[in-house]
Nanobody, 124 residues
Framework: QVQLVESGGGLVQAGGSLRLGCAAS????????MGWFRQAPGKDREFVAS????????RYSNSVKGRFTLSRDIASNSGFLQMNNLKPEDTAIYYC?????????????????WGQGTQVTVSS
């Protein structure tokens, strides 16, 4: 079992920044991947970014590429999503998830464990 706890959400003005954290416990993420997804009201959950713990390979969706940076810290078994130049359309609940196959897919169905989510609201 892997427990995931997100932190760092909040309200920010357009153009601002937020840093989300996801702390994993129960098992080491060393052979897994961590993904971030978001869901806005009335919309489907969408892929944001993923990172493979083994080689730090990162994937981004086109909508956040160049603005968001995903990293991981082995010592704390945590992932961090730095979000810069935020836009109102980034408003959503953000979820982190663990992919025990280690691939870091953009498909949400691949992920086995999910956090409870953290709200990000960007005002215009």
């Amino acid at each position: 079992q892997v427990q995931l706890v997100e932190s760092g959400g909040g309200l920010v003005q357009a153009g601002g920044s937020l840093r989300l954290g996801c702390a994993a416990s129960g098992r080491s993420m060393s052979s897994y991947a961590m993904g971030w997804f978001r869901q806005a009201p009335g919309k489907d959950r969408e892929f944001v970014a993923s990172i493979r713990w083994s080689d730090e390979k990162v994937r981004y969706s086109n909508s956040v590429k160049g603005r968001f940076t995903l990293s991981r810290d082995i010592a704390s078994n945590s992932g961090f999503l730095q979000m810069n130049n935020l836009k109102p359309e980034d408003t959503a609940i953000y979820y982190c998830a663990a992919d025990t196959s280690g691939g870091g897919s953009f498909w949400s169905t691949v992920y086995d464990y999910w956090g409870q989510g953290t709200q990000v609201t960007v005002s215009s």
